[in-house]
T-cell receptor
Framework: AQSVSQHNHHVILSEAASLELGCNYS??????LFWYVQYPGQHLQLLLK??????LVKGIKGFEAEFIKSKFSFNLRKPSVQWSDTAEYFC??????????FGSGTQLTVLP | EAGVAQSPRYKIIEKRQSVAFWCNPISGHATLYWYQQILGQGPKLLIQFQNNGVVDDSQLPKDRFSAERLKGVDSTLKIQPAKLEDSAVYLC?????????????FGPGTRLTVT
């Protein structure tokens, strides 16, 4: 069965700091990878996705993620975070099952 | 474009009571999903519908949970009887089709507290 691990449960950064959130998945076949974000009081929304092609994908609000197949990783990055990036971030994968499997999430707090 | 609608937004019930949640997907979306999100965890798929047929309900606790999608549009998820461990946010999502390449759009969720 496919699974997703997010290593950081809670990350606290100051504004303008760089961000990298880890995501590893366990499935050896073809995968689709996603990062979802949930801002306080709002619903889950898609940040970016990888299906195929260029392993470096760019999403909304300056976020990007790199798919490294050999490491089974899909880490999320942003060079300079803002207070408005405070949210919970979920990595998700579809592999053998067509269903989305989510990680446990990382709560990001950006201090002004 | 209107998003996925869910009601109620909050519900508090006592254990052994029953409860129902309602979801209205984005217009034209054939696939509808119900997820359970327990505090501190990511969403877990309970059931997936394609139009009004069930595609995957392997993780639905069928002894107490049931779901239906009449006429392939709105859907209801019911819990009867509720247990303390059912306290969670229940998310509804929809997508144009059910394949792995289709983005899922999520509703605001219903927060259930079982006391």
């Amino acid at each position: 069965a496919q699974s997703v691990s997010q290593h950081n449960h809670h990350v606290i950064l100051s504004e303008a700091a760089s961000l990298e959130l880890g995501c590893n998945y366990s499935y050896g076949g073809t995968v689709n990878l996603f990062w979802y974000v949930q801002y306080p009081g709002q619903h889950l929304q898609l940040l970016l996705k990888y299906f195929s092609g260029d392993p470096l994908v760019k999403g909304i609000k300056g976020f990007e993620a790199e798919f490294i197949k050999s490491k089974f990783s899909f880490n999320l990055r942003k060079p300079s975070v803002q207070w408005s990036d405070t949210a919970e971030y979920f990595c998700a994968v579809t592999g053998s099952a067509r269903q989305l499997t989510f990680g446990s999430g990382t709560q990001l707090t950006v201090l002004p | 474009e209107a998003g996925v609608a869910q009601s109620p937004r909050y519900k508090i019930i006592e254990k052994r009571q029953s409860v129902a949640f309602w979801c209205n997907p984005i217009s034209g979306h054939a696939t509808l999903y119900w997820y359970q999100q327990i505090l501190g965890q990511g969403p877990k798929l309970l059931i997936q519908f394609q139009n009004n047929g069930v595609v995957d309900d392997s993780q639905l606790p069928k002894d107490r949970f049931s779901a239906e999608r009449l006429k392939g549009v709105d859907s209801t998820l019911k819990i009867q009887p509720a247990k303390l461990e059912d306290s969670a946010v229940y998310l509804c999502a929809s997508s144009l089709e059910g394949g792995r390449n289709y983005e899922q759009y999520f509703g605001p969720g219903t927060r259930l507290t079982v006391t």
